[in-house]
């Protein structure tokens, strides 16, 4: 599991949608540089982090949820 950055707590619901009844759970998006893809990073279960993984070489991420972290909503991962 790779670290790729945090994010500030306040964002990270971002992509939540109030109307829908859908169980979408919140992601960011993260560019896969080595690779060359991009993907997303869900947030897991105890809303500490993201995580996922690299579509096609398949390492895993994480970033996570902090009071003082980053407001971006997009990151960049290095796979190699
Ligand atoms: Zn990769």
Known sequence: MQFVGEIYKDAMLFKKQPESKSKA???????????????????????KAYMGFCPRCGKSFQIRVEPGGSRSRFFKAFCR
């Open 25 to 47: 759970r919140p992601y960011l998006g993260v560019h896969f540089v080595q690779c060359s893809v991009y993907g997303r990073l869900y947030l897991n279960a105890r809303q």
